[in-house]
T-cell receptor, first 113, second 113 residues
Framework: SQQGEEDPQALSIQEGENATMNCSYKTSINNLQWYRQNSGRGLVHLILIRSNEREKHSGRLRVTLDTSKKSSSLLITASRAADTASYFC?????????????FGKGTLLTVNP | EADIYQTPRYLVIGTGKKITLECSQT?????MYWYQQDPGMELHLIHYSYGVNSTEKGDLSSESTVSRIRTEHFPLTLESARPSHTSQYLC????????????FGPGTRLTVL
């Protein structure tokens, strides 16, 4: 069953604007990760935020995590046409012998030049 | 760039044929995964392995089988391909510690006629 659910399913913006994607999940997690997928390719890891962290930055990326609401957001600032891709959140429940990530359905981001 | 490789990248094959999708990683990761993904859709975990001689079925039932005889190699086999197997297959690996990111291969796009 899907753990993470991204919102919106698709987002279209102009170059230079900020893009915000949200992810909701259902169970307790060890950490939450965001991945990017260019069309027809494999996924690339962007950023990981642990359950005891509230915010993390990496370049133009900013991730927040609210464990009380079981939600996370990914903000891409000053977007570029090259940011066009699908973005997935993945939850890591951790603990014991469970090393599986559960991926959401993804948000398709289109950045228009 | 992740050191995880998949071959072939594209495969078009007739119904009833036996196929093996190859996945290799040079990072010494103990955990490896196979996902199935239709275009623009979510990832579904179909197989995973936490080490040599360890394989488990994932969340989505699949007629494929896997083996893990060597740490670096995690091939997926379909004994008799059918049109319903047409999809993209993504291989991934993960390091020793819980909370590590997953590295993905570029994927194999399979079309069964």
């Amino acid at each position: 069953s899907q753990q993470g659910e991204e919102d919106p399913q698709a987002l279209s913006i102009q170059e230079g604007e900020n893009a915000t994607m949200n992810c909701s999940y259902k169970t307790s997690i060890n950490n939450l990760q965001w991945y990017r997928q260019n069309s027809g390719r494999g996924l690339v890891h962007l950023i990981l935020i642990r359950s005891n962290e509230r915010e993390k930055h990496s370049g133009r990326l900013r991730v927040t995590l609210d464990t009380s609401k079981k939600s996370s957001s990914l903000l891409i600032t000053a977007s570029r046409a090259a940011d066009t891709a699908s973005y997935f959140c993945a939850t890591d429940e951790g603990g014991g012998s469970n090393y599986k990530l559960t991926f959401g359905k993804g948000t398709l981001l289109t950045v228009n030049p | 760039e992740a050191d995880i490789y998949q071959t072939p990248r594209y495969l078009v094959i007739g119904t009833g044929k036996k196929i093996t999708l190859e996945c290799s990683q040079t990072m010494g990761h103990d955990k490896m995964y196979w996902y199935q993904q239709d275009p623009g859709m979510e990832l579904h975990l179909i197989h995973y392995s936490y080490g040599v001689n360890s394989t488990e079925k994932g969340d989505l039932s699949s007629e494929s089988t896997v083996s893990r005889i060597r740490t670096e190699h995690f091939p997926l086999t379909l004994e008799s391909a059918r049109p319903s197997h047409t999809s993209q297959y993504l291989c991934a690996s993960r390091g020793f510690y819980a909370g590590n990111e997953q590295f993905f291969g570029p994927g194999t796009r399979l079309t069964v006629l």
